[in-house]
Protein backbone atom coordinates (compact mmCIF):
# COMPACT_ATOMS: atom_id res chain seq x y z
CA UNK A 1 0.00 0.00 0.00
CA UNK A 2 1.47 3.31 -1.00
CA UNK A 3 1.32 6.78 1.26
CA UNK A 4 -1.48 7.71 -0.93
CA UNK A 5 -4.01 5.30 -0.48
CA UNK A 6 -3.45 5.53 3.09
CA UNK A 7 -7.14 6.35 4.36
CA UNK A 8 -6.35 7.55 7.85
CA UNK A 9 -5.93 11.44 8.40
CA UNK A 10 -3.51 12.71 10.57
CA UNK A 11 -4.51 15.74 12.13
CA UNK A 12 -2.74 19.35 11.32
CA UNK A 13 -1.77 19.68 14.93
CA UNK A 14 0.06 16.25 15.14
CA UNK A 15 1.75 16.89 11.77
CA UNK A 16 2.77 20.38 13.20
CA UNK A 17 4.72 18.11 15.74
CA UNK A 18 7.31 17.55 12.61
CA UNK A 19 7.67 20.80 11.39
CA UNK A 20 10.87 22.96 12.37
CA UNK A 21 10.08 26.98 13.04
CA UNK A 22 9.77 28.97 10.26
CA UNK A 23 9.85 26.14 7.47
CA UNK A 24 6.57 24.51 6.01
CA UNK A 25 7.54 21.05 4.99
CA UNK A 26 8.19 18.14 7.84
CA UNK A 27 11.27 16.77 8.68
CA UNK A 28 9.80 13.18 8.53
CA UNK A 29 8.07 11.58 6.14
CA UNK A 30 4.60 10.95 5.83
CA UNK A 31 4.67 7.10 6.10
CA UNK A 32 6.85 8.30 9.93
CA UNK A 33 4.99 10.34 10.71
CA UNK A 34 1.53 8.32 10.53
CA UNK A 35 2.97 5.72 12.17
CA UNK A 36 3.77 7.79 15.55
CA UNK A 37 0.13 9.51 14.87
CA UNK A 38 -1.45 5.44 15.14
CA UNK A 39 1.11 4.89 18.35
CA UNK A 40 0.15 8.25 20.08
CA UNK A 41 -3.59 7.78 18.72
CA UNK A 42 -3.56 3.89 20.58
CA UNK A 43 -1.79 5.57 23.56
CA UNK A 44 -4.03 8.52 24.40
CA UNK A 45 -7.06 5.76 23.89
CA UNK A 46 -5.50 3.34 26.30
CA UNK A 47 -5.36 5.99 28.62
CA UNK A 48 -8.46 6.92 29.02
CA UNK A 49 -9.23 4.40 31.99
CA UNK A 50 -6.11 5.45 33.59
CA UNK A 51 -7.24 8.99 34.20
CA UNK A 52 -10.50 7.94 34.88
CA UNK A 53 -9.45 5.26 37.75
CA UNK A 54 -7.04 8.16 39.09
CA UNK A 55 -9.78 10.56 39.06
CA UNK A 56 -11.45 8.67 41.06
CA UNK A 57 -9.31 6.91 43.37
CA UNK A 58 -7.20 9.54 44.06
CA UNK A 59 -9.81 12.45 44.57
CA UNK A 60 -8.31 14.96 42.05
CA UNK A 61 -8.70 17.32 39.56
CA UNK A 62 -9.04 16.36 35.86
CA UNK A 63 -6.23 19.21 35.93
CA UNK A 64 -4.28 17.10 38.37
CA UNK A 65 -4.93 13.56 36.36
CA UNK A 66 -3.91 14.93 33.13
CA UNK A 67 -0.43 16.63 34.67
CA UNK A 68 0.35 13.25 36.18
CA UNK A 69 -0.20 11.22 33.19
CA UNK A 70 2.29 13.82 31.59
CA UNK A 71 4.84 13.73 34.10
CA UNK A 72 4.96 9.90 33.22
CA UNK A 73 4.46 10.14 29.03
CA UNK A 74 7.77 12.44 29.30
CA UNK A 75 9.89 10.24 31.76
CA UNK A 76 12.44 8.25 30.34
CA UNK A 77 13.19 4.33 30.72
CA UNK A 78 17.08 3.19 30.22
CA UNK A 79 17.51 6.48 28.95
CA UNK A 80 14.53 6.20 26.24
CA UNK A 81 11.12 7.79 26.23
CA UNK A 82 8.39 6.23 24.61
CA UNK A 83 7.16 9.53 23.15
CA UNK A 84 8.76 12.80 22.56
CA UNK A 85 8.02 15.83 24.42
CA UNK A 86 6.10 17.15 21.89
CA UNK A 87 4.39 13.98 21.33
CA UNK A 88 3.64 13.37 24.95
CA UNK A 89 1.91 16.83 24.86
CA UNK A 90 -0.62 16.17 22.24
CA UNK A 91 -1.32 12.59 23.83
CA UNK A 92 -2.35 14.26 27.14
CA UNK A 93 -4.02 17.09 24.98
CA UNK A 94 -5.90 14.18 23.02
CA UNK A 95 -6.78 12.32 26.14
CA UNK A 96 -8.24 15.60 27.74
CA UNK A 97 -10.31 15.84 24.24
CA UNK A 98 -11.07 12.06 24.04
CA UNK A 99 -12.70 12.53 28.18
CA UNK A 100 -14.62 15.98 27.46
CA UNK A 101 -12.06 17.40 30.04
CA UNK A 102 -10.42 20.81 29.07
CA UNK A 103 -7.21 20.42 29.07
CA UNK A 104 -5.13 22.11 31.29
CA UNK A 105 -1.24 22.03 30.47
CA UNK A 106 -0.13 25.54 30.07
CA UNK A 107 1.86 26.09 27.00
CA UNK A 108 5.30 26.78 28.58
CA UNK A 109 5.25 25.74 31.82
CA UNK A 110 6.65 27.56 34.76
CA UNK A 111 10.37 26.43 36.03
CA UNK A 112 10.12 24.72 39.26
CA UNK A 113 10.93 26.54 42.17
Do not use: N, Y
Not at 13 to 27: D, E, N, Q, S
Amino acid sequence: MSDDDSQIVIPPAFIALFVAPGRIKPTESRAFIAERHEFCEDLASTLTETAQQQLWSLGVTEADVLERIHRGLSQTVGGQAAVSAAEARWVTGRLAELLGWESALPQDPAPPG
